[in-house]
């Protein structure tokens, strides 16, 4: 059949398979019987919209029920044992070597073994900034918490809105 097929095209088409499956043209032929029962199937389906919306959403159920069976829950305990065992691993190693190969290696104007100086001095500034960063955020965070649970002016209670209260004030 053409994919240019006009919509009676493919009514003829289904038609003609029905015929030729249909259990009084192949009889006693089992398998001709579970192939016409099938085909009926599924033009009950293609028939009807709320049926092809059912079997999507038995698709997707199975497709769910299925990799939930292939896979386990991943656990923050999982996450935690995996980094312990990546840190300082030999395969850390090998992907912080490859990452150093994509990035660095594929610059233009440089060249690896003039410029590998350079390169560590950047990523080891680059590591200061960002600690400095979340050590900055960290305490920060510790502030804003203390401040909102004891109150801005040291008292219990309150602190939240006497914080937006002095922050708006203050013009921050």
């Not at 053409?2 to 009676?8: D, F, G, V």
């Not at 090998?94 to 990452?99: G, H, T």
């Given at each position: 059949m053409?994919?240019?097929?006009?919509?009676?095209?493919i009514k003829q088409?289904?038609?003609k398979l029905e015929l030729r499956l249909h259990p009084d043209k192949n009889p006693g032929d089992e398998e001709a019987m579970e192939k016409?029962?099938?085909?009926?199937?599924?033009?009950?389906?293609?028939?009807?919209?709320?049926?092809?919306?059912?079997l999507a959403g038995d698709v997707v159920q199975n497709?769910?029920?299925?990799?939930?069976?292939?896979?386990?829950k991943v656990t923050e305990a999982d996450i935690e044992e995996f980094e312990a065992?990546?840190?300082?691993?030999?395969?850390?190693?090998?992907?912080?070597?490859?990452?150093?190969?994509?990035?660095?290696?594929?610059?233009?104007c440089s060249d690896t073994k003039l410029d590998s100086h350079r390169f560590k001095d950047i990523l080891d500034e680059a590591i200061v900034v960002v600690w400095?960063?979340?050590l900055l955020k960290t305490i920060i965070l510790t502030r804003l918490l203390s401040e909102i649970t004891l109150g801005v002016s040291g008292q219990q209670g309150g602190g939240l809105k006497e914080l937006k209260s002095n922050h708006f004030q203050q013009g921050s």
């Open positions: 053409e994919k240019s097929a006009s919509q009676q095209e088409a289904y038609y016409f029962q099938q085909w009926q199937k599924v033009i009950g389906i293609l028939g009807d919209e709320e049926k092809q919306a059912d497709l769910c029920k299925f990799f939930r069976a292939m896979y386990k065992n990546y840190r300082g691993s030999n395969s850390e190693k090998k992907d912080l070597i490859e990452l150093y190969k994509k990035l660095f290696c594929s610059m233009l400095n960063l979340r």
